[in-house]
């Protein structure tokens, strides 16, 4: 499916990768912060309404095309709400010229028939929606919207008349995870191809809201029960639907390979330009560097935010002796750093961390939560702002 290596222009330079680096195969474009819905567990930066300028389209033309060049084979399109980019088809034509392999990642509000026509002409390969849950009054609460759960619906159906692949994307936590078989009723119902059921991971406004959106390990155990029977269920009547169920690290006793380790394959921009090795990283003290003043290989190669973790030798213990480290690298450095406070520190989802104890406690206090929707800070300008003040 994907076409690594193909239409590149006949000029570009050959980049032979270090040794020990691998090739930012996946590039993350998030094209803008804006965003017509305020999910409470959106990974966006608490203090997303600070950020600066969005890069302008031949800006991102210019990382498209030295990222490409680095070998970049795969792009998603992503936000905030990438629909608000008035030059997305442009974007999409772009990407699709220089061989990429394209995903568009919404929420399908901002998007009509007429645009998916267009998307499909600039080369779009793939389209995910997400949903926010299966029943339109706790969609549309979560969302912060009142026409979002039809809209959706909407747009899915659309999206595959026009032939796409249709991908859902709902993420679960203990407000409706409960109503695991209702989703799934859904998106056969929509004949979706792949559903994606990710239990809710907890970055940005989702790990200030932790408390709010963590399931017990009573409702996670049920729902990945519940999800088993329906894949038993559609591969006994060969049903093209695939569920995939994505669990919280937070329910595991050994880490995730996360970002399959530090600078190792994933590239994020952000939507004022600053490259990140992952989505999350922008909260750590580390300055990174921004595409308007570095070129990509400068970025990949040479920077020390993309240095900073890579390899084993930043390691201390215990994930320095581990002999898992060649498999986890540690767990994920934006977990670490903030749940510890120091980002080379284990992850604390590890059974072997000195910080597993707050794990521990998170899992305890989901037993007892009795936080409602309306009780959850949702991600908007607004409570953006109050958290930068404070
Ligand atoms: Fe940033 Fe895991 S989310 S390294």
């Known amino acids: 499916m994907l076409n690594a290596g193909s239409n590149l222009p006949d000029s570009s330079p050959y980049i032979p990768p270090t040794p020990k680096t691998g090739l930012p195969l996946w590039l993350l474009a998030e094209l803008t912060y804006r965003c017509p819905l305020q999910c409470p567990y959106c990974s966006n930066p608490l203090d997303f309404a600070a950020q600066g300028q969005e890069l302008t389209t031949e800006q991102w033309f210019k990382v498209m095309r030295e990222a490409r060049e680095m070998g970049a084979a795969q792009i998603g399109f992503s936000g905030g709400e990438p629909l608000v980019r008035q030059d997305l088809a442009e974007l999409i034509a772009e990407a699709r010229r220089l061989g990429y392999y394209t995903n568009l990642i919404t929420s399908g509000i901002g998007l009509t028939e007429q645009k998916i026509v267009d998307f499909k002409k600039a080369g779009l390969d793939h389209i995910q929606i997400s949903f926010q849950a299966s029943d339109e009054q706790v969609n549309n609460m979560l969302a912060g919207s009142k026409k979002a759960f039809a809209q959706k619906l909407e747009m899915a159906r659309a999206v595959k008349a026009h032939g796409y692949p249709m991908v859902l994307n709902f993420v679960t936590h203990r ?7 209702r989703i799934i009723e859904l998106c056969i119902a929509l004949e979706a191809d792949f559903v994606e059921l990710a239990t809710c991971q907890f970055y940005g406004w989702a790990h ?3 408390v709010g959106l963590l399931p017990t390990r009573e409702q996670l155990v049920n729902a990945e029960r519940v999800t088993n029977e329906y894949r038993a269920k559609l591969a006994a009547e060969d049903h093209p639907c695939k569920l995939i169920f994505v669990t919280p690290d937070y329910y ?7 970002m399959n380790g530090w600078g190792s394959v994933f590239l994020t921009v952000t939507p004022d330009g600053t490259a ?6 922008r909260q750590m003290p580390i300055q990174f560097p921004n595409v308007r003043e570095h070129s990509m290989q400068h970025i990949w190669y040479d920077s020390f935010g993309f240095n900073r973790f890579r390899g084993y030798d930043w390691m ?3 994930c320095r002796s581990c002999d898992e480290k060649e498999k986890d690298f540690g767990g994920c450095r934006c977990q670490a750093f903030m749940l510890t406070g120091d980002a080379s520190n284990a992850d604390p989802v590890c059974g072997k961390s000195h910080h597993h104890g707050m794990i521990i406690q998170a899992r305890e206090e989901a037993e007892y939560a009795d936080q409602t929707i309306e009780q959850l800070a949702f991600r908007n300008e607004r409570n953006s702002r109050l958290i930068i003040k404070s």
Request: proline fraction near 15%; charge should be negative; charged fraction near 35%.
């Open 208 to 210: 200030l809201n932790r």
């Open 276 to 281: 990140l090795p992952c989505h999350g990283a």
């Open 175 to 181: 407000h409706n995870i409960d109503k695991i078989d």
């Open 252 to 258: 595991e006793e050994r880490p995730k390979a996360c």
């Open 316 to 318: 201390p213990e215990p």
